[in-house]
């Protein structure tokens, strides 16, 4: 029995690193196609489209395919909680953000998450306080997200630049205090259901952001867009916030905030392949610094493991 229990915790570890690299892939990718879609669509309402209606896609496949059951009033009402903070202002907000600011500079600030989630977790968590070495490899991640953000300081002088770096900053702070809120809540029920309408109800609460910011005679249906709203609703949001979920459930905070490290790489070259966005040997060194980061990190929450484990034991 022993022996069946520690397979199925291995596999649903491999299972949640699989869905952690999913994340770190797809979503360094979405912010090249947010940048692409609020260029020709008012960015809250762009939100809302592909947010209501990957909702209303993932949790049909959970009804279907997952035979899941309809939650509880107060899983919805958790789940609707969820919803604001990590949808409405933290993928809100930073679509918002976007139609002024670079896909890789937006991607570069919400690479704070991990930070954020750790400040956090220090008052909140006490188990999960970060070692010496986790709070080192954040630091040196973070140094070259500064190094990398350093090459477009001249873009300060623009008032609506700031003003796009205040916003995302706190979508950042709403994300990742809605995170580990929800790691905190043991959320009952089926995980896509409940996905599905974190999503949906963050779809929700936008509507009113939309009435009061988006300019809607600016409304331009193109191919861009398009194609651009059915990538973030299959990939960015049915799949990886599915992904996300899921990891969650299994991996420390540490070690999921480490997406938000990974994503700026991604955003960052596909922005410069694409966009024609600012690449050059500088930031192409800040990256290797981030990278190394996340290593370091991961050593450390390992050391860290095999000592409560010997801990245990004794």
């Given at each position: 029995?022993?022996?069946?229990?520690?397979?199925?915790?291995?596999?649903?570890?491999?299972?949640?690193?699989?869905?952690?690299?999913?994340?770190?892939?797809?979503w360094g990718t979405t912010y090249l196609a947010i940048r692409?879609?609020?260029?020709?669509?008012?960015?809250?309402?762009?939100?809302?489209?592909r947010q209501l209606l990957s909702g209303l896609v993932l949790?049909?496949?959970?009804?279907?395919?997952?035979?899941?059951?309809?939650?509880?009033?107060?899983?919805?009402?958790?789940?609707?909680?969820?919803?604001?903070?990590?949808?409405?202002?933290?993928?809100?907000?930073?679509?918002?953000?976007?139609?002024?600011?670079?896909?890789?500079?937006?991607?570069?600030?919400?690479?704070?998450?991990?930070?954020?989630?750790?400040?956090?977790?220090?008052?909140?968590?006490?188990?999960?306080?970060?070692?010496?070495?986790?709070?080192?490899?954040?630091?040196?991640?973070?140094?070259?997200?500064?190094?990398?953000?350093?090459?477009?300081?001249?873009?300060?002088?623009?008032?609506?630049?700031?003003?796009?770096?205040?916003?995302?900053?706190?979508?950042?702070?709403?994300?990742?205090?809605?995170?580990?809120?929800?790691?905190?809540?043991?959320?009952?029920?089926?995980?896509?259901?409940?996905?599905?309408?974190?999503?949906?109800?963050?779809?929700?609460?936008?509507?009113?952001?939309?009435?009061?910011?988006?300019?809607?005679?600016?409304?331009?249906?193109?191919?861009?867009?398009?194609?651009?709203?059915?990538?973030?609703?299959?990939?960015?949001?049915?799949?990886?916030?599915?992904?996300?979920?899921?990891?969650?459930?299994?991996?420390?905070?540490?070690?999921?905030?480490?997406?938000?490290?990974?994503?700026?790489?991604?955003?960052?070259?596909?922005?410069?392949?694409?966009?024609?966005?600012?690449?050059?040997?500088?930031?192409?060194?800040?990256?290797?610094?981030?990278?190394?980061?996340?290593?370091?990190?991961?050593?450390?929450?390992?050391?860290?493991?095999?000592?409560?484990?010997?801990?245990?034991?004794?």
């Open positions: 029995v022993d022996h069946i229990l520690l397979s199925n915790v291995k596999k649903d570890l491999l299972y949640a690193y699989i869905a952690l690299g999913a994340i770190c892939l797809i692409i879609g609020v260029q020709y669509f008012p960015p809250l309402l762009f939100v809302v489209i949790g049909i496949l959970a009804m279907v395919f997952a035979k899941a059951q309809w939650p509880s009033f107060e899983n919805i009402k958790r789940q609707a909680i969820a919803g604001f903070f990590m949808i409405t202002l933290g993928n809100g907000l930073v679509s918002y953000a976007e139609v002024n600011i670079p896909s890789g500079v937006a991607a570069i600030l919400c690479s704070l998450m991990p930070v954020t989630t750790i400040m956090i977790n220090l008052f909140l968590n006490k188990e999960e306080k970060p070692n010496p070495l986790i709070i080192f490899g954040v630091l040196v991640g973070l140094t070259g997200i500064v190094m990398i953000f350093r090459e477009h300081l001249t873009e300060f002088s623009r008032p609506e630049y700031l003003v796009g770096i205040l916003i995302i900053l706190i979508g950042v702070v709403a994300w990742a205090g809605g995170s580990v809120w929800l790691k905190k809540t043991n959320s009952e029920g089926n995980l896509f259901l409940n996905t599905a309408l974190q999503m949906f109800f963050g779809g929700i609460w936008t509507i009113p952001g939309v009435l009061l910011f988006d300019d809607l005679s600016k409304v331009h249906f193109s191919t861009e867009s398009f194609f651009a709203l059915i990538y973030l609703i299959v990939f960015g949001s049915v799949i990886a916030y599915a992904c996300y979920s899921y990891a969650l459930r299994k991996l420390p905070m540490t070690i999921l905030s480490l997406y938000a490290y990974v994503n700026p790489v991604v955003a960052v070259i596909l922005g410069w392949l694409i966009l024609d966005e600012k690449l050059n040997l500088m930031i192409g060194f800040s990256i290797l610094t981030t990278v190394a980061g996340i290593y370091v990190v991961n050593r450390g929450y390992a050391i860290s493991k095999a000592w409560k484990t010997q801990s245990l034991a004794k």
